[in-house]
């Protein structure tokens, strides 16, 4: 059945692609219920193929078998598992929804996730306790989604028994109106107030959107009632988030929220560190700490640069090296290297732009006069620099909830006031643009 797979994966793909991410890393080991598994070479393959090729496998091996096949690809420490029988764990993550990659041994713990990794783990240990509803926000590419899924391993883990579903809120709603439609509304309930730990992506797209508001707002209230353990993420705050019932914000800061930074060049070292050795790569540390240099952003686009590099020595046959990776990433190594704008930069250009003192911005006074220059410098602070709420409030003397407060007042003013939003876009351009 592979063979001919293969055949039709071949004749789809150029031979130097089918060769270097079919043919050479995958083997088959069987199919069980319609699943067709494979092995990969190393973790890496596994983690590659199954982003670009998952589909085209897939549907290779539907058109063979005349049926709808899917594929699922092991890492060499899942194919042992799947020689010794280990597929009863497997279907029950499978049925969670779960990503097997996305567990707490392979997250990266550094100084901008500590107290989001802290509470997940906390909540996972101990599902409908402290912690509940525990709110995860942050950036997209920093690690929300890998903590939800972790939390969901661990639980499973340490209680195989437990009901758990990891669902993104546009999965939720499509699944609500389908619902709607077809007059299965019972189902639906039954299926999400049911489970013991429910994990929900992205709340923020339930802004706007009062049907499934209502819907996930009765949902919420049946599984805490029963001490069942939610979690969410979000982009953003809860009181940040715009259009989105009071009643349901103030249900989803019952328990815990927790922020996610953007992570600093020693942590993002750490993380490319950690994929090229669970991967089986040899790379030298001084490629890895240029990308770790270079790349900033998000978690996303540092994997991804690595993944090009990898790929592009498979396909060159050039061992890595700081020749190669110059070669390979040769638009970002090149590109001009983005300012770094700290809290004291932020302090400055708004006491200058509002002609107060500094030692007036971060001091006691309460007066109209300094509290707006103040919150408008906290909230440039938090969309600008790439430090946690903790550490912005500690430059002002502050704790962290004078600073959420003074970001939320910001966001809600500033879509009333164009003009606001004005001095707002001129500060954080003239910020950029310092040298």
């Known amino acids: 059945m592979w063979d001919r797979a293969c055949d039709i994966l071949y004749a789809d793909m150029k031979e130097v692609t089918f060769n270097t991410w079919i043919k050479v890393p995958l083997t088959p080991l069987g199919i069980k219920e319609d699943v067709f598994y494979l092995s990969a070479a190393t973790e890496m393959y596994q983690q590659i193929v199954t982003s670009r090729y998952i589909g085209n496998i897939s549907e290779a091996l539907t058109q063979v078998a005349e049926r709808d096949v899917r594929a699922e690809i092991l890492s060499p420490a899942q194919a042992k598992d799947y020689h010794e029988g280990a597929v009863e764990s497997q279907r029950i993550i499978d049925n969670a929804n779960l990503n097997p990659k996305y567990t707490f041994e392979t997250f990266v713990v550094g100084n901008n996730n500590r107290l989001a990794h802290a509470a997940s783990l906390a909540v996972a240990e101990l599902p409908g306790g402290d912690f509940n509803p525990l709110f995860i926000y942050g950036g997209a590419g920093l690690g929300k989604t890998h903590l939800m899924h972790a939390i969901g391993h661990y639980a499973l883990e340490e209680n195989p028994n437990l009901r758990v579903r990891y669902v993104t809120t546009e999965v939720f709603t499509n699944e609500m109106i389908a619902a709607i439609q077809s007059r299965t509304m019972a189902e639906f309930r039954n299926k999400y107030r049911n489970i013991d730990i429910l994990l929900v992506d992205d709340i923020q797209f339930l802004a706007g959107r009062d049907g499934t508001q209502e819907e996930f707002f009765h949902t919420f209230n049946a599984l805490h009632s029963a001490g069942r353990q939610v ?7 809860p009181k940040e988030i715009q259009k989105m019932d009071e009643r349901l914000i103030s249900r989803l800061e019952w328990g815990m929220v927790a922020d996610i930074a953007k992570p600093d060049e020693e942590t993002r070292f750490e993380i490319l560190r950690r994929k090229t050795v669970s991967g089986g790569i040899r790379i030298e540390e001084s490629v890895l700490h240029k990308i770790a240099q270079k790349v900033s952003s998000n978690i996303r686009e540092l994997e991804g640069c690595l993944t090009r590099l990898i790929a592009y020595s498979n396909l060159t046959g050039k061992v890595i ?18 300012r770094h704008v700290t809290c004291d930069d932020v302090i400055t250009a708004v006491a200058g732009y509002y002609n107060v003192k500094v030692e007036e911005i971060k001091g006691p006074r309460r007066n109209r006069e300094i509290t707006v220059p103040r919150q408008i410098a906290m909230f440039l602070c938090r969309e600008m620099v790439d430090v946690s709420l ?16 003074a970001c939320q ?4 003013e500033k879509e009333q006031s164009p003009s606001l939003a004005s001095l707002i876009r001129d500060l954080t351009k003239q910020l950029q643009e310092r040298t």
């Open 231 to 237: 979690v969410v993420t979000s982009d953003k705050s």
């Open 321 to 338: 090296d700081d020749q190669l990776a110059e070669e390979a990433l040769r638009d970002i190594f090149q590109s001009n290297e983005p």
């Open 390 to 405: 903790e550490v912005i409030g500690h430059r002002f003397n502050r704790d962290h909830s004078t600073v959420m407060h």
């Open 409 to 412: 007042k910001v966001v809600s």
